[in-house]
Structure formats: structure tokens, C-alpha cells
């Protein structure tokens, strides 16, 4: 996942506002792969991993929808002045020997989908 204009939010509130961004943010996804035994890694600078096993009945779409609810509850709860908008791709594998490199890749594309996706709804 990436943060979609974490330069904007450095840029306009600061550098600590931008740590400040990335806490509620690294809050909220800890929450949510707390419920389901999942780990949770900062990547770069504005990106994070999720990565773990899950049942056959895990749903991606609904566990994106849950770590997007958190994050905009606790933007409230934390009084930011702006909007925290994530662009989460992923991908799964039934096979142990599906190289990680291509579970990343596919990830990767599918996240520069919905990054697309926001930025034409900008424009809109």
C-alpha cells in the first residue's frame, strides 16, 4: 500500500505532521491485522506490507475496506486537517513456491490501479 500525496502532507503541514500521518497510519493497520494474525511492515518511505497466511474464507476486498475505515476513524479521532488516502493492491498465492517477487509485482500492479482510480476521481 502507498500513501497517495504524502508529499502534500509534508510539504503543506510539515515533516511532523508527516510522522504524525504515519503513526495514525501504522496505528490503524495494526488494528486491523491484529484480528486476523497478520504482520505489518513499513516498506519505504510512504508504503507498507502486509503479509501473512489467511484461511481460504479470507476476503482481500472486505480486509481492505477494514483497514480503510480505520484509518478514517482514527483521523478523526486524532484531529488531522486532511484526509488519508491509501491505494492498496495485493495478491495471494495457493502455492508455496510462488516466488515472492511476483506476489509484490502483482500487488504492486493492482495498487497503481486504484492510485490511477483516485486520481482520475480528482479530477473529476
Given at each position: 500500500?502507498?500513501?497517495?500525496?504524502?508529499?502534500?502532507?509534508?510539504?503543506?503541514?510539515?515533516?511532523?505532521?508527516?510522522?504524525?500521518?504515519l503513526c495514525?497510519?501504522?496505528?490503524?493497520?495494526?488494528?486491523?491485522?491484529?484480528?486476523?494474525?497478520?504482520?505489518?511492515?513499513?516498506?519505504?518511505?510512504?508504503?507498507?506490507?502486509?503479509?501473512?497466511?489467511?484461511?481460504s474464507s479470507?476476503?482481500?476486498?472486505?480486509?481492505?475496506?477494514?483497514?480503510?475505515?480505520?484509518?478514517?476513524?482514527?483521523?478523526?479521532?486524532?484531529?488531522?486537517?486532511?484526509?488519508?488516502?491509501?491505494?492498496?493492491?495485493?495478491?495471494?498465492?495457493?502455492?508455496?513456491?510462488?516466488?515472492?517477487?511476483?506476489?509484490?509485482?502483482?500487488?504492486?500492479?493492482?495498487?497503481?490501479?486504484?492510485?490511477?482510480?483516485?486520481?482520475?476521481?480528482?479530477?473529476?
Amino acid at each position: 500500500m502507498d500513501i497517495d500525496e504524502f508529499k502534500k502532507i509534508n510539504d503543506t503541514y510539515g515533516h511532523d505532521e508527516g510522522d504524525k500521518a504515519l503513526c495514525v497510519i501504522a496505528d490503524s493497520l495494526r488494528q486491523s491485522v491484529h484480528l486476523h494474525n497478520l504482520l505489518v511492515g513499513r516498506w519505504g518511505g510512504d508504503e507498507f506490507v502486509i503479509t501473512g497466511f489467511t484461511p481460504s474464507s479470507f476476503n482481500p476486498e472486505q480486509f481492505i475496506k477494514e483497514i480503510l475505515d480505520n484509518v478514517k476513524k482514527n483521523v478523526l479521532i486524532n484531529y488531522l486537517d486532511y484526509k488519508i488516502i491509501l491505494s492498496i493492491g495485493y495478491s495471494s498465492c495457493k502455492d508455496s513456491n510462488t516466488p515472492k517477487d511476483l506476489l509484490f509485482k502483482d500487488a504492486d500492479t493492482k495498487m497503481y490501479v486504484v492510485k490511477k482510480q483516485h486520481h482520475s476521481d480528482k479530477l473529476k
